[in-house]
């Protein structure tokens, strides 16, 4: 029977409602600037959430990886005191983050670690993970390192059955992971293609066509916009119109992707709330319920399922 797999525990797929695929909620990264290398603020996420669930959110996924300072004792205890279905991620970043185990590690040892976390339990924990990834290719290229990660991400899919979710600046790279995804013999249909957030139609098109998942996660985001060239709400809400006339609707999921406190309500940022207090009502003047409820619950519960 299919399930998706929380922090509390596996729970029925039809449980996990308006969902939030991209999220970063606790981590403590390593060779980081000290003003956002750290977040482990458990009341501070608390208030923030709250907004989210009084709008009727019930699952967020944390997306941060071992190599972000995966924070998995913080996560219980935010899934205990709020009632959210949180599901935890297994798996490395993308360099320069990759740590010095994982370089000399080879295909199946990093892919056996990810799978004991999966099937076995998160050290320190007794949870397991429900998600791979988020597993990143940098901007210019899928490095030798990069690709081991992706193929023992494949490899540890294939022996679970988790989804995996990959990063990408702006869809580039995304066809080259999952050409080495597909040469593993991973079912495209579990893996999301993450923060494809671009006004480029036609790429997005030829990533949708392969049958993954898109992540446009990073809504609300102006420094991405500026930074990576990445697309502001408005012309975000064109492209969605768009790839639903292409055909691509049910493969289409939204998030916010909130990496560093900056973007939090309590500091002036958008918080959680943007999404279903700013966005989606924007898109109601687009599109039907019926197509953005897929974005928001049945694309998310379908991409988690396993």
Same mark, same amino acid.
Not at 46 to 60: A, D, I, N, P, T
Not at 260 to 281: A, C, K, Q
Not at 297 to 305: F, G, T, V, Y
């Given at each position: ?145 990069? #690709?081991? &990660?992706? =193929?023992?991400?494949? +490899?540890?899919?294939?022996? /679970? ?5 990959? $990063? ?109 207090? #700013?966005? &989606?009502? =924007?898109?109601?003047? +687009?599109?039907?319920?019926? /197509? ?5 619950? $049945? ?8």
């Amino acid at each position: 029977m299919a399930k998706v797999r929380t922090v509390l525990g596996d729970v029925d797929p039809q449980e996990i409602g308006i969902t939030l695929i991209h999220e970063h909620l606790f981590y403590d990264r390593i060779g980081e600037e000290e003003q956002n290398r750290k977040f482990v603020d458990l009341e501070v996420q608390r208030k923030e959430l709250s907004g989210f669930q009084e709008q009727g959110g019930k699952c967020v996924v944390d997306q941060t990886t071992i190599d972000l300072g995966r924070q998995p004792k913080l996560l219980q205890r935010l899934a205990e005191e709020t009632g959210l279905h949180i599901i935890a991620s297994t798996g490395f970043y993308h360099e320069p983050w990759l740590p010095e185990i994982v370089r000399n590690a080879d295909i199946n040892q990093i892919a056996h670690q990810m799978i004991n976390e999966i099937d076995e339990a998160i050290e320190g924990v007794d949870f397991r993970a429900g998600l791979i990834g988020e597993i990143g290719s940098t901007e210019i290229g899928t490095t030798a390192q990069e #690709e081991k &990660v992706l =193929r023992a991400a494949a +490899r540890a899919h294939q022996a /679970t059955g988790a989804p995996i979710s990959t $990063h990408t600046i702006a869809g580039a790279e995304a066809l080259h992971q999952i050409a080495i995804l597909k040469e593993e013999g991973v079912e495209l249909q579990k893996v999301i293609i993450s923060h494809v957030d671009l006004d480029h139609v036609e790429h997005l098109c030829l990533i949708a066509e392969q049958g993954v998942f898109l992540g446009f996660d990073t809504i609300g985001k102006p420094r991405f916009r500026d930074e990576y060239r990445m697309t502001g709400d408005e012309i975000r809400l064109e492209v969605l119109c768009a790839m639903v006339k292409a055909g691509f609707e049910d493969q289409i999921l939204l998030s916010h992707d909130i990496s560093n406190p900056d973007y939090l309500s309590t500091n002036g940022g958008h918080g959680y709330i943007h999404l279903l207090g #700013e966005f &989606v009502p =924007r898109l109601h003047d +687009r599109l039907s319920e019926t /197509t953005i409820e897929k974005f928001i619950i $049945h694309n998310p519960r379908r991409a988690l399922e396993f």
